[in-house]
């Protein structure tokens, strides 16, 4: 999921987010599942609102550096 930053802090990445649940709701899901890099500070700020927990962490490289990447998941 990606908001441009033209968007961002309108309630778009809610809207997204809350459509992604009723959608996994419809589909009889249990759970999902998602990973962010440790450093989209507002993409894990939005999935810890919408009560994503977090399962661990896994070193990886993006572009010019190394960053984690986190494993989260919800329930539904």
């Not at 908001?3 to 309108?10: A, I």
């Amino acid at each position: 999921m990606f908001v441009d930053e033209k968007y961002r802090g309108l309630g778009v990445g809610s809207l997204l987010m809350e459509n992604a649940l009723l959608l996994g709701k419809r589909l009889h899901l249990r759970m999902l599942y998602l990973s962010v890099f440790d450093t989209n500070i507002a993409g894990i700020k939005l999935y810890k609102k919408f009560g994503f927990i977090e399962h661990g962490k896994f070193p990886g490289w993006l572009q010019n550096g190394y960053v984690n990447e986190i494993f989260i998941s919800r329930k539904l």
